[in-house]
């Protein structure tokens, strides 16, 4: 197989690669019903004027799967962490002991759960876009090239088989985030 083929092989199955990474990372952000620090990922703190990162500047923790607990690094960030975590609109009530922020996650209901499964759904689907546009821009190169049809014709199968194998991955993902999110 000549270099041409195979770098767009390899940039095809990068791209398919970093959306399964980006599905991995978006279907940890939807919470399962069990607390887990990747909840509060997305909230952001006012540290000394600058918008950080909680993970940043306290320690995340889950002692059992109702309760998440943010340990700061110093006591004075207590209320910047109350106050972002609320800004970050989750859905969680922290409550402050003088020490730590602890976070009762409630128990999701049966409407709660279907959303969120849908909302999982909606994010498999786009990352199955992104593989189908993979796809679509490596046929679309190899078409550029000055290679027999025979070639063209066999890369392109190769291209279609990375597909398909990336296309269930995301399907297997999907299928047990959706497992997750519907146990109760």
Same mark, same amino acid.
């Given at each position: 197989?000549?270099?041409?083929?195979?770098?767009?092989?390899?940039?095809?199955?990068?791209?398919?690669?970093?959306?399964?990474s980006?599905?991995?990372k978006?279907?940890?952000?939807?919470?399962?019903?069990?607390?887990?620090?990747?909840?509060?990922?997305?909230?952001?703190?006012?540290?000394?004027?600058?918008?950080?990162?909680?993970?940043?500047?306290?320690?995340?923790?889950?002692?059992?799967?109702?309760?998440?607990?943010?340990q700061?690094?110093?006591?004075?960030?207590?209320?910047?962490?109350?106050?972002?975590?609320?800004?970050?609109?989750?859905?969680?009530?922290?409550?402050?002991?003088?020490?730590?922020?602890?976070?009762?996650?409630? @128990?999701?209901? +049966?409407?709660?759960?279907? %959303?969120?499964?849908?909302?999982? /759904? $909606?994010? #498999? =689907?786009?990352?199955?876009v992104?593989?189908?546009?993979?796809?679509?821009? @490596?046929?679309? +190169?190899?078409?550029?090239? %000055?290679?027999?049809d025979?070639l /063209? $014709?066999? #890369? =392109?199968d190769?291209?279609?088989?990375?597909t398909?194998?990336y296309?269930?991955?995301?399907?297997?993902?999907?299928?047990?985030k959706?497992?997750?999110?519907?146990?109760?």
């Amino acid at each position: 197989m000549n270099e041409e083929i195979e770098f767009i092989i390899d940039a095809a199955k990068e791209h398919m690669d970093n959306a399964v990474s980006h599905l991995k990372k978006e279907l940890a952000n939807i919470r399962a019903g069990k607390a887990s620090p990747a909840m509060l990922r997305s909230v952001m703190v006012d540290y000394y004027g600058s918008q950080t990162p909680l993970s940043q500047v306290a320690n995340v923790n889950t002692p059992d799967a109702r309760t998440i607990t943010v340990q700061p690094w110093e006591k004075s960030m207590l209320q910047e962490i109350e106050r972002g975590i609320q800004i970050a609109n989750i859905g969680f009530n922290p409550m402050n002991n003088g020490e730590s922020v602890i976070i009762n996650v409630p @128990a999701l209901t +049966e409407e709660r759960r279907k %959303d969120l499964a849908k909302q999982a /759904k $909606s994010e #498999t =689907e786009d990352d199955k876009v992104s593989v189908r546009n993979a796809r679509k821009d @490596a046929n679309n +190169e190899i078409k550029k090239l %000055d290679i027999s049809d025979d070639l /063209k $014709s066999n #890369t =392109e199968d190769i291209i279609q088989e990375l597909t398909d194998k990336y296309i269930k991955i995301i399907d297997d993902l999907y299928y047990d985030k959706e497992k997750e999110i519907m146990t109760v």
